[in-house]
């Protein structure tokens, strides 16, 4: 067992109280034997309030979801039942895919990927001009 000076069982303690450890279920004398595992977990977040559970929910709601459209005051739309479907919205995602694309269905593919034709060959034919054996160089 270890003892500890007075001057620094009070710093710890001090810690101990400002870290408020107790919440936890620990006590002084486990926050002694590993400091420093209790200090990270002091530093992990607590859990929310059921009041701060709510406004969580309800700030979560009012995001750019998708979910929670409309703007009547400070009711959520949940509340209301104004939610839209996901099956509805995937539904109309997929339509406007569709639409967005149908002006590109005349143009060639190659494995799906659009291509462009090359209206050119790759070596060109050699003229005479090229030949230097017939020139006699």
């Known amino acids: 067992m270890r003892t500890y ?3 620094e069982l009070e710093h710890y303690a001090d810690r ?6 107790a ?18 977990l002091a530093l992990t977040n607590e859990p929310l ?3 701060q559970q709510a406004a969580a929910l309800r700030i979560w709601q009012r995001w750019d979801t998708g979910l929670g ?7 959520p739309a949940i509340e ?28 060639p ?3 799906g ?9 790759r070596h060109p034919a050699r003229s005479n001009a090229a030949n230097f054996a017939k020139r006699g160089a």
Request: charge should be negative; proline fraction near 4%.
């Open 80 to 107: 209301r039942g104004e939610l839209i479907d996901l099956d509805e919205l995937q539904a109309q995602w997929r339509a406007d895919a569709e639409k967005a694309q149908r002006p590109l269905t005349h143009l």
């Open 113 to 121: 990927a659009i291509i462009e034709p090359l209206h050119h060959h």
């Open 5 to 7: 000076s007075d001057a």
């Open 16 to 21: 101990f109280m400002l870290l408020r450890l």
């Open 109 to 111: 593919r190659r494995n």
């Open 49 to 51: 309030l059921p009041a």
């Open 23 to 40: 919440r936890y279920g620990i006590n002084l004398e486990q926050y002694l034997a590993n400091v420093f595992r209790y200090e990270l």
């Open 69 to 75: 459209v409309g703007g009547q005051g400070n009711t």
